[in-house]
C-alpha cells in the first residue's frame, strides 16, 4: 500500500482520496480553502455526495484518511501525488490551467523523496502533463527524480463513490513502465479493467468521451424536437435505437440539455484543443449550440402557448444541473431563470440540496420557495429541471390542487403520458406529445 498525497478537494479529489484510503492506501488530502479542510478533518463533506459522509468517517477512524493546508505536510512521505484541482474555463472556452501550474509550483517546492509519481487527475488539454514536468522540473530546489502520469477521471456526480468502484475503465497514461506501474498497483484494488496507453492518448480519452456523451444527449434532444413535430415519441425511439448494441441505450435521455461542471466546459475546450491545431471541429460545435438551445426550450415553449409571461408565477422544480448534487454550474436552470425574469414572470424555486448554491449563482431576482408545495402555490406555470426523486414521485394531484391553473412544462420528461392523463392537468414535455385540457384559458 503507498503513502499517497491528494492536491485538491472538490468533487474528483475528495472522492479519490477518500476511496484510495478505502482500499487500504495511507492518504492526505491537501486544500488551500481552510473552512473546507476544518470541516473534513471532522469527517464531514463540503460537498453533496451520497455515501460520502460515512466513507470519509469510517477512514479517518481507520486512521489512513487526513486533511491538512500544509502542502508540505501533504507531500512530506508521499509516493504519489494526485492533481485533482479545478481546470476552468477561459472566456474563450479554453482550459484556465492556472490551479494546475499553481499545483505544480506547490509540489516542486515541497516534495524531498525521489522517484514520485505525479498523477493528473483534472482534466487537461493534450500536452499539459508535459507542461506540469517542466513547471515541476524549473522549480525543485534539489535533483529529485519525478515521473509524471495522465490518470483522468470518469466518474460521475451524485454517483461519484459508486462509479470509482465500478467504473468501466481506468486510463493510465505514462511514458515510463516502472510509473505506470505503480499507478496500476495503486488501483489493481479497485478490481476495475486498466488500460494503459501514452499521455497524450490519455489526455484526449477523456476529452473525447465526454464530448461523445454531449454528442449523444445533443443528437436525442434534435430527434426528440423533431419528434414533437411529426408525432413521434422520443421515448419509444430511443429505447428502440438503444436496442441496438451498437449504439447502447445510454445517454439518450432527451431533455434541456446537459449542464454541469464538465460537459460544457470540456465541449468548449476540445474545440479550442482543434483550433490551436487548424482543425475546426464542425460536429462538436454544433452539439454545443444545439444544447445551448435546448436549456431555453421550456421558456420558448411557455412564450409560444402564453403569448406574454408577463406577470405569470411560475414554479422552477429542481436547480442543480442534475439530481443527487448541489453543484449548480453551469445548470440549465440558471439559463431559465434569468430568461423568466427578463420576460417579468414572478419565479419561486425548489429544490431538495441544491438551494443554498443557488442562492449565490441565481441570486434574489427570484423566490426560493422551501417545499413543492410552497413553489406551486397559486403558480400560472410549473417548469421542471431536474428529476430528483422527490419531484418524480410527486402525486400528481398536487400539480392541480396547488396551482392557480396546473400546466406544466416538463424538462425531464417525468411521468407517464398514461399517469398524466388521468389527472385535470395541461402537460407538456419533451419529444413527446402534448396533453391539452380545456381547464386552463390563455
Ligand atoms: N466534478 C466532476 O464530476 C468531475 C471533474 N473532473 C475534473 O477534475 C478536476 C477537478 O474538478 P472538481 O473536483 O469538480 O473541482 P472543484 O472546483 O470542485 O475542486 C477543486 C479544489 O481544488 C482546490 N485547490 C485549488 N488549487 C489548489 C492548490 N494549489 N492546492 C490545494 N488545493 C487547491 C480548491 O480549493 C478546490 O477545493 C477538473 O479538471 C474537472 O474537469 C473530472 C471528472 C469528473
Ligand atoms: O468529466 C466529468 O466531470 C464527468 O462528466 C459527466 O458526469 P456529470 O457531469 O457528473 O453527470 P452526467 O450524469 O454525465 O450528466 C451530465 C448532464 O447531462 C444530462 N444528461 C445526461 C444523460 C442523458 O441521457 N441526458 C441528459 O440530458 C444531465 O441531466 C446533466 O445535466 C460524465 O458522465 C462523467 O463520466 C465525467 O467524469
Known amino acids: 500500500m503507498k503513502n499517497i498525497a491528494v492536491v485538491g478537494t472538490g468533487y474528483v479529489g475528495l472522492v479519490t482520496g477518500v476511496c484510495l484510503s478505502d482500499i487500504g492506501h495511507d492518504v492526505t488530502c491537501v486544500d488551500i480553502d481552510e473552512q473546507k479542510v476544518e470541516k473534513m478533518k471532522k469527517g464531514i463533506s463540503p460537498i453533496y455526495e451520497p455515501g460520502l459522509d460515512e466513507l470519509m468517517k469510517k477512514n479517518i477512524e481507520n486512521g489512513r484518511l487526513h486533511f491538512t493546508t500544509s502542502h508540505k505536510e501533504a507531500f512530506k512521505d ?47 488539454p493534450v500536452g499539459t502533463n508535459y507542461k506540469v514536468r517542466n513547471w515541476i522540473k524549473s522549480l ?39 510509473a505506470a506501474s505503480i499507478i496500476e498497483e495503486v488501483n489493481k484494488p479497485f478490481g476495475i479493467p486498466i488500460f494503459k496507453t501514452d499521455i497524450h492518448s490519455a489526455e484526449m480519452i477523456k476529452y473525447a468521451s465526454n464530448a461523445f456523451l454531449a454528442t449523444k444527449i445533443s443528437f436525442i434532444n434534435e430527434i426528440a424536437n423533431i419528434c414533437e413535430k411529426v408525432g413521434a415519441n422520443v421515448e419509444d425511439v430511443a429505447y428502440g435505437m438503444g436496442l441496438d448494441t451498437r449504439i447502447g441505450p445510454q445517454f439518450l435521455r432527451a431533455g434541456i440539455g446537459y449542464g454541469g461542471s464538465c460537459f460544457p466546459k470540456d465541449t468548449k475546450a476540445l474545440v479550442q484543443i482543434a483550433g490551436n491545431v ?38 422552477l422544480l429542481g436547480l442543480a444541473f442534475k439530481p443527487n448534487t448541489d453543484d449548480m454550474r453551469e445548470a440549465a436552470s440558471i439559463v431559465i431563470a434569468k430568461e423568466l425574469v427578463k420576460d417579468g414572470a414572478f419565479v419561486a424555486a425548489y429544490d431538495p440540496v441544491a438551494m443554498e448554491n443557488a442562492k449565490r449563482v441565481i441570486g434574489n431576482e427570484i423566490m426560493y420557495a422551501n417545499s413543492i408545495e410552497e413553489a406551486l402555490h397559486d403558480a400560472d406555470i410549473a417548469m421542471i429541471v431536474t428529476e430528483w426523486n422527490e419531484i418524480k414521485n410527486l402525486s400528481l394531484d398536487t400539480f392541480v390542487r396547488y396551482m392557480k391553473t396546473p400546466v406544466v412544462f416538463d424538462g425531464r420528461n417525468c411521468y407517464s403520458l398514461e399517469e398524466v392523463a388521468k389527472h385535470n392537468i395541461e402537460y407538456h414535455s419533451i419529444g413527446r406529445e402534448s396533453i391539452l385540457r380545456s381547464v386552463v384559458s390563455i
Do not use: C, M
Open 140 to 178: 525543485l530546489k534539489k535533483d529529485i527524480h519525478f515521473d509524471v502520469v495522465s490518470n483522468p477521471e470518469f466518474l460521475r456526480e451524485g454517483s461519484a463513490i459508486y462509479d470509482t468502484f465500478h467504473g468501466d475503465r481506468i486510463v493510465i497514461g505514462a511514458d515510463n513502465e516502472r
Open 78 to 124: 508521499a509516493e504519489v501525488i494526485y492533481i485533482a484541482v479545478g481546470t476552468p474555463q477561459k472566456e474563450d472556452g479554453s482550459a484556465d490551467l492556472r490551479f494546475v501550474e499553481q499545483a505544480a509550483k506547490d509540489i516542486a517546492e515541497n516534495i524531498e523523496r525521489d522517484g514520485v509519481v505525479v498523477v493528473t487527475k483534472s482534466t487537461v
Open 278 to 315: 487548424d482543425h475546426k471541429f464542425d460536429l462538436l460545435e454544433a452539439v454545443i449550440n444545439v444544447n445551448n438551445k435546448q436549456q431555453v426550450k421550456l421558456v420558448e415553449k411557455a412564450r409560444n402557448r402564453f403569448g406574454s409571461l408577463q406577470g405569470k408565477k411560475v414554479a
